[in-house]
């Protein structure tokens, strides 16, 4: 856990500080710019120039000068000093006093107000209350009661401001503000001088060992705890840090932001404020002085001075960095952002969280790896450099100067290491999606995509696919020789066809499915193939390639034309006639693209559906000219009947007469002849194909029922569908009750036909054609329902008579309220009218005239 983060550099010897007076004990210090003051146990303070400088080796060293010295006149020793340099003055503790001389020269002022007596120790207010600048305020404890003093320090005077006792005698304080952080003899304390609150902090045996109250930030303090603990505690009285765990016997401690410097008699340590581990250990013996002068650290033995120079925060990160030590240097660099301007800190932190990337990167650690990318904002052509070859030939990229990491490449951070490459590999694929998809590419996007399509190919990964499927940015010069090395055709074709060079792409398939080419991508290429033509604009390529897939499939590629959108520009839009001649030599294409046309697209042309209609009738024929008959071609021809009779009963447009004449000599389409005798309006020569020579009761009744709706009657002129329905009904009992066909009358038919569909009839004259003979039990069915119906039909009407009424009676009414008073409603038997006076008056003078 150790950090070099101070060098310990000599400031002033022995020999310059006292010569040969082995007597003479450094007895406290001050540091105010270029000056340091120390005072000494003999009552002198010498006064040194301080000059640093760095040396050859990137050192800081100093050169020392010693402007003067002044024996203060006494017998004791310099206790403390406190420079004020706004005042240029120096405040000096001896003899118990505190006295004023000048920073420059050392004389004290000539005023004997500018001293205060009876002090056993005191301290400058760092943070002073008073909005004067030419002002220093001291917190001072009296030697002489139980009670610490306020004062403050003018140029050529020194002023009492408030004197506040305590519960016990303090031995040691810190100001900051109006709080005062008090050693006692048996617990530290916080006391406002200016409201006079205290809050208790911890019990603190003085007497044991020597108590430490160091102010280090604004309302906060450091105190020396027992259990050998530095403890932190706010104004308030909390401690908002954790406590560092330094040695029983510290005498001195300093902050350095973000260390802890402790002293004890033969150390030197360092805590670290951030996770309060120790991270430095120097050995210094006969340790007297730490103290801090304006963020430097002022170290003394009783003969010598010593600067604890901290090492740039840069470095020591650097240093955690190179032991592999992350986590430890991002808690120091969190810990600078405080001591490092804005902008330089977000670039210093960016670059460290890249390095500890790579370093957690180098030991498989991809998680965390990751997420150092992620906030450091990598350019991820950093990471993508160290995979040969995945950078495309066109990058200018370079590394980063000085380097981000030691690893020329994969290949040196794995060491022949197959499975960590393939780890590093598969992190990489992670990496590049997950930057790609948050479009963190930063303006390198052809690299990441370029890159991912490699490692897809490479690692046979499902998404190769989705990646050229989609938008992407994917180099055709760098990507199609890659695609190629791994036999990966399907996708090349894809990339092909993303940058526009559709030939090229369907010229790749094509080699594929005829097997020139090894590509396991899609079983069902052949498939793709013809769906991707069915799409393609350019018309130029789908008749260069439709013979291919005919030639291969004509099931599969006809449906180049079927599956082609009706709409689209006009360059890209085929002529269906076009198409049907290009078939002509693909027999079973051009019969599934008519059925398109005709079937689902509903094109009204008469030439399609007579063509189509010939192809059904020639497919017919030809499996009835088959000797054997087989199960499978049973199946067959019923399937073509059956194509062949919708057609000829949905579709009007066909010629009838041709079609006539091609199946009017099979005594097998006897079905399919009476459709066409119906589509010519020859109902009675249907139906006697039906009745006597197919001998179908079933297949009869379905041809009235299809005519009714699907054949325009002849006669008469107007008939409406029920009309008609009724004169094919009564043609087919006729043609049950024919004498004079072979076979006679066909009662039994005649009588299902009546009894079934009795609604159909008209009764009255279905029982003027009947034979006498006839049992009317046989009837009586049709005789129920024929009665029903007229029951109806008559109540029906009746209704309809009785609610026409009642609305004229209505509308009657509403005539008669809505007429004006004072006329005259004139009714008899029939009707009644209504005559305004005027009128009437008129009526009874012609009247009058005519009588």
Request: hydrophobic letters at 40%; glycine letters at 6%.
């Amino acid at each position: 856990m150790s950090v070099k983060a101070f060098e310990l550099v000599p400031v002033v010897e022995r020999e310059l500080l006292m010569g040969e007076k082995a007597r003479i004990n450094i007895e406290c210090l001050e540091c105010c710019g270029k000056y340091l003051y120390v005072g000494t146990n003999d009552c002198f303070i010498h006064h040194f120039l301080l000059e640093e400088q760095t040396n050859a080796k990137g050192r800081v060293v100093y050169l020392s000068q010693k402007l003067q010295q002044k024996h203060l006149g006494l017998k004791k020793g310099v206790v403390e000093l406190k420079a004020a340099s706004a005042l240029e003055r120096l405040i000096v503790l001896c003899d118990a006093t505190i006295y004023v001389h000048d920073m420059l020269s050392l004389e004290a002022l000539p005023s004997g107000s500018a001293k205060i007596k009876g002090v056993l120790s005191f301290c400058v207010n760092e943070n002073p209350v008073s909005a004067d600048p030419f002002c220093v305020e001291l917190g001072v404890i009296s030697s002489r009661r139980r009670a610490v003093q306020i004062y403050t320090v003018h140029e050529d005077r020194v002023q009492l401001v408030k004197e506040l006792g305590t519960p016990q005698q303090p031995c040691a304080l810190s100001l900051d503000g109006y709080f005062l952080c008090l050693a006692l003899a048996s617990q530290y304390m916080i006391l406002n001088y200016s409201t006079g609150a205290s809050q208790d902090l911890f019990p603190f045996d003085s007497e044991e060992r020597k108590p430490i109250v160091k102010r280090i930030g604004r309302e906060e303090f450091l105190l020396a705890a027992p259990g050998g603990l530095g403890m932190f505690a706010n104004a308030e009285g909390i401690s908002q840090r954790a406590p560092v765990n330094w040695s029983e016997n510290v005498i001195g401690a300093a902050v350095c932001f973000p260390y802890v410097v402790a002293l004890d008699e033969g150390f030197v340590t360092v805590h670290s404020m951030l996770d309060q581990q120790l991270k430095q250990t120097l050995s210094f013996r006969d340790g007297h002085i730490l103290q801090d002068f304006e963020g430097k650290l002022v170290l003394s033995s009783t003969k010598a001075v010593y600067m604890l120079v901290p090492l740039p925060l840069e470095r020591q990160i650097q240093d955690l960095l190179a032991g592999n030590r992350v986590e430890e240097a991002l808690t120091l660099t969190e810990g600078a952002r405080r001591n490092i301007p804005k902008d330089r800190f977000q670039i210093l932190h960016k670059r460290i969280l890249q390095q500890a990337g790579f370093i957690q990167f180098g030991q498989l650690q991809f998680l965390e790896a990751k997420e150092h990318f992620r906030k450091g904002q990598l350019d991820v052509r950093e990471l993508i450099s160290l995979y040969p070859l995945l950078l495309p030939a066109s990058s200018s990229f370079t590394r980063c100067h000085p380097p981000l990491h030691p690893f020329a490449d994969l290949n040196q951070l794995t060491q022949g290491d197959q499975e960590k490459a393939q780890s590093c590999k598969r992190f990489l694929i992670s990496y590049l999606h997950e930057v790609r998809s948050c479009e963190g590419t930063n303006g390198f996007r052809e690299e990441v995509d370029t890159a991912l399509l490699k490692l897809y190919a490479e690692a046979d990964h499902e998404s190769l696919l989705d990646l050229l499927a989609s938008d992407n940015a994917c180099l055709l010069a760098d990507s199609a020789p890659w695609l190629e090395k791994h036999h990966k055709y399907f996708a090349l074709g894809l990339l092909y066809h993303y940058n526009g060079q559709d030939a090229s792409a369907v010229q790749m398939w094509v080699r594929v499915v005829d097997g020139v080419l090894q590509d396991s991508t899609r079983s069902d290429l052949f498939e793709y193939v013809v769906d991707f033509l069915s799409f393609c604009p350019s018309l130029d390529l789908v008749w260069k390639h439709a013979d291919w897939a005919l030639q291969r499939d004509q099931v599969v590629g006809v449906q180049i034309f079927t599956k082609r959108p009706v709409g689209g520009d006009q360059g890209s839009r085929l002529n269906p006639e076009d198409v049907v001649t290009y078939l002509q030599k693909h027999s079973h294409a051009l019969l599934l693209y008519l059925e398109h046309l005709v079937l689902d697209q509903q094109v009204q042309k008469e030439r399609f559906h007579t063509h189509l209609g010939v192809l059904y009738v020639e497919r017919v024929l030809a499996l009835l000219s088959q000797t054997s008959c087989p199960e499978e071609e049973k199946e067959a021809l019923s399937q073509a009947r059956s194509r062949l009779q919708r057609l000829l009963k949905e579709s009007s447009l066909y010629r009838v007469q041709l079609l006539m004449g091609k199946v009017e000599g099979s005594e097998s389409l006897l079905l399919e002849r009476a459709v066409l005798h119906g589509r010519l309006g020859e109902h009675e020569r249907a139906l006697h194909l039906l009745v006597h020579q197919l001998r179908d009761r079933r297949a009869a009744e379905d041809y009235c029922s299809w005519a009714a709706t699907a054949c325009v009657p002849q006669e008469p002129p107007n008939a409406t569908q029920q009309q008609q329905g009724t004169r094919l009904y009564h043609l087919l009992l006729a043609t049950y009750l024919d004498p004079d066909v072979p076979g006679g009358v066909d009662s039994t038919a005649a009588v299902d036909l009546l009894n079934r569909h009795g609604h159909a009839f008209d009764a009255a004259d279905v029982l003027g054609i009947l034979p006498e003979g006839w049992s009317l039990q046989l009837l009586r069915p049709f005789l129920s329902t024929a009665v029903r119906k007229s029951a109806h039909a008559q109540r029906t009407a009746q209704v309809a008579l009785g609610l026409a009424r009642s609305e004229n009676l209505q509308l009657l009414h509403d005539r008669v309220s809505s007429q004006p008073r004072g006329g005259v409603i004139v009714m008899n038997k029939n009707k009644v009218n209504f005559h305004p006076w005027h009128v009437c008056e008129r009526e009874t003078d012609r009247d009058g005239e005519r009588e």
